[in-house]
Each structure stands twice: as C-alpha cells, then as structure tokens.
C-alpha cells in the first residue's frame, strides 16, 4: 500500500483484473464501499454489532414498531438476511418481535428499551466513520463529494429502480 498517493491514483496497488480495465470508477466505488464496510464493522463490532445491523436499529430508532415486512423494504436487504440480523438482534436484546396486533400472521418489530442505549455508541461510531473517511478533504471538498455521490446514487438508482 503507498502512503501518499498523488491527487487522483488509487491507494490500493493491488492489479486491477482485466475485465475491470474499462470501468475504472466502478473499480474504485467497489474497492472503497468494502474499506468503507469493513472500517465500519470494525467499530460496530465493539458495540456488538454486525455491519448492516446499525441500519436495522436506525430504522426502528427512527420509526418504532414497524412490520418485520416494511423493514425489509427500508433497509433494503434480502428478507432471509433480515431475518437473521434480527434474530441475533433480538438473542442480543436489542430488538422484540411480536405478532402484529392488526394481523397476527405479520410480524412486528421493535426496539426494545435495551437497545437505546446504543443510539448514542452507534451515532460516535458513525461520527468516528465520517471522520475517517474525510480526513484529509477540504469542507469545499466534501460538499462537492457529497453533491457527486448524491448524482452517482440517482443515476443507479433509476437504473435499479430502487429509489425510495
């Protein structure tokens, strides 16, 4: 790994495999999205937490009790790795589920009263993240970031048909 690189050249040297010779910027979100994913992991695990399960706990933090269903929109994940995080989650105490008072064939979740008290661990560990993954950049700098990303995202987005 080279410590400095110069304004524009990957960090990582490891050799890029030919078929990914033509989409050098896909390359790069790819290699950076499993840093960024494991650099997270790595401080939520911590916390007792698995990469993936901060999402599961925002979303529930932010909206209470929600259909195990309608959670697996919002994080967007598949329902069998939902369901696992959930399970581990609720082996943990983080989260209850419970039959759905208004149709008892769905599922209910929530968090429990446990669980807040990684609201504030989970929210540093994020700011610690945010932290990481600027350092170096300008306020101008992550503006124009942020403004790019968003564009990156909305282009995928229509392609995926994922926009929420």
Known sequence: MEST??????????????????????????????????????????????PGQEFVMMHLWDKGPVRQSELIKAVELDPSTVTKMLQRLEQAGHVRRSPDP???????????????????????????????????????EQTEFVRLLARVEGNLCTETGACS
């Open 102 to 140: 208004d149709d008892r064939r769905a599922v209910r979740v929530e968090a429990t009263e446990q669980s807040c008290g990684l609201l504030k661990d989970v929210g540093d560990a994020w700011c610690a993240l945010e932290e990481q993954t600027l350092a170096g950049l300008s306020e101008a």
């Open 5 to 50: 690189p110069k304004d524009g050249e990957p960090v990582c040297t490891a050799p890029v495999p030919a078929a990914a010779l033509s989409g050098p910027v896909s390359l790069a979100l790819a290699r950076v999205a499993r840093l960024h994913r494991a650099a997270a992991g790595r401080r939520l695990r911590g916390l007792g937490l698995y």
